[in-house]
């Protein structure tokens, strides 16, 4: 049986015999993965540590806020990187899921080793936990945060990493993260890539695409907020079809909207939503986007499908 | 108040005004309106009719089986023409749903044209009802067989048009389609699209996309005989998506499943399948088609979606 607390000092007595008296980065996105790892190294390291929220231009509405005041609120010294004209410029062309998050990933870490290299630190924590390392090993996804597991040498970005989470899997860095004192609105976060809103953009990420997903994933999270459901979320297609729109032919975007349940995210059931409540989620967001045609529901598991499409 | 009989009396007199002595060939694909429309003139005109069953490649499991046994047991003389190279030659490339409509409306009646030519026949009836004349006149879609109404000389073809049907909407031919006591199979049979399963085929449209839709329409038919809807099938996408088979990555296909209630295809509801038999179906395409991860179920009304999705 997990025991958090046990769990929690015996990684601040490793946190500290790693880093010495070496300053860490701590990258943060606002999941509960990367602030639970973040809030553990404060912990462990007090003012030798430093978290950076990149902001690559892919994350949900209000998000970049909502991480930069949580941190505030932990008294956590953070830094805000607005990286993402690298992002878009890194994804041009690129339409084959492996690339997009290879390009994402190259990216990240680029983006990273400057600020370490900028603040002179060569140690960074990270929030990867046992399904990335599991996923990866297994060759179904590239998780952007699992190197040394692919035979990738972080030195080549310049630093090394801490990552206290690894051996956990989703409930139990909630159990921490609650163990922690973290607010509800962290230690309860709905699970959200590292990758972001790019995985959920078929084809090409563009500006325009992702600000179209991130409207979609806005109102499919509204819609879905009592559901009590591991991920709700919005894919924009890059096909398209035909509609109708103010009596005028319109061939236009397609979104579909995935709504699923899990433990651990290793495997999941599609939810069986009420037809009417998909139904109203279809038509808000067919209404709010004027570009959107049609609303697709997933129905499939993973396995065979994944949870996100890429 | 429509009275098919009535209808039927005037038709045939119509017909045989229109005809004179000329011989007439008839486009058949089987579905109610081309198959009333051949049955009429056959009654009209006898064997001065030849009905054309033009395969292009993208028919159903074991429709042009089906169309040439209904024909036959109709005593309708018949031609099979195989023109399945010249159409996905016509495809070859082609991406948008507009382009992908012509490609098949012109190699249609390229290869209608041959037919006539070499049979010496310069009238030709089809199968137009008022749907695809008010869609075309509206731009919402170039419905393949309304030639007319978007200024396109028929004569350039090489034929003359005789279009019997096209003041009718569907619920009145197939009161039509029952009073000349033509099999439920074709008056009861559900609307299949002139381009076929080249509108569900996303991007280009390739013999191994159309074997792959094909399979999955077999399965959705399979699935909803008894729901009574109006239409059901199912739509392959150009975009792929992550998936898990056997253990390993693929990075498959997607396919949504489509089904509707309509009146007159003018207007549609998405149908609120149970999930179960939403899931059932999926289950199977995913386990039947190797190269599928994923099943969708389009949720959107006509308008603003359309029933087909090119």
């Not at 030195?155 to 990552?163: A, F, N, S």
Request: charged fraction near 30%.
């Amino acid at each position: 049986m997990f025991n958090a607390k046990e769990f929690i000092e015996k990684s601040l007595r490793e946190i500290k015999i790693v880093a010495k008296d070496a300053k860490v980065i701590s990258a943060c996105s606002g999941g509960v993965d990367s602030t639970v790892t973040t809030v553990l190294v404060h912990r462990a390291l007090g003012d030798h540590v430093l978290a950076v929220f990149i902001d690559d231009g892919l994350r949900r509405e209000g998000e970049p806020e909502f991480v930069l005041r949580t941190l505030k609120n932990l008294e956590i010294n953070t830094k805000y990187v607005d990286a993402k004209k690298a992002f878009f410029a890194a994804f041009r062309a690129k339409i084959d899921a492996e690339e997009k998050r290879k390009a994402f990933r190259d990216t990240f870490y680029k983006t990273f080793g400057k600020v370490a290299k900028e603040e002179n630190i060569g140690l960074i924590a990270q929030g990867t936990i046992k399904a990335d390392v599991i996923e990866t090993v297994k060759g179904i996804k590239s998780q952007h945060n699992v190197l040394e597991q692919i035979g990738i040498s972080p030195e080549r970005y310049g630093y090394k990493i801490l990552e206290p989470l690894k051996e956990l899997f989703k409930p139990e860095v909630r159990k921490v993260a609650r163990e922690l004192g973290l607010p509800k609105e962290v230690s309860e976060r709905m699970p959200f890539p590292g990758p972001a809103l790019s995985l959920r953009v078929l084809g090409e990420v563009t500006p325009e695409k992702v600000a179209i997903v991130r409207k979609a994933t806005e109102i499919v999270e509204e819609e879905t907020k009592t559901l009590d459901t591991f991920q709700n979320f919005a894919v924009l297609h890059n096909d398209k079809a035909t509609g109708i729109k103010n009596g005028n032919r319109l061939y236009g975007n397609i979104v579909t909207i995935r709504i699923v349940d899990s433990q651990d995210a290793v495997t999941a059931t599609a939810r069986n939503v009420p037809y009417e409540k998909l139904s109203r989620i279809c038509k808000r967001i067919v209404q709010e986007i004027p570009t959107v045609v049609r609303c697709l529901y997933d129905i499939t598991d993973k396995p065979p499908a994944t949870i996100e499409f890429e």
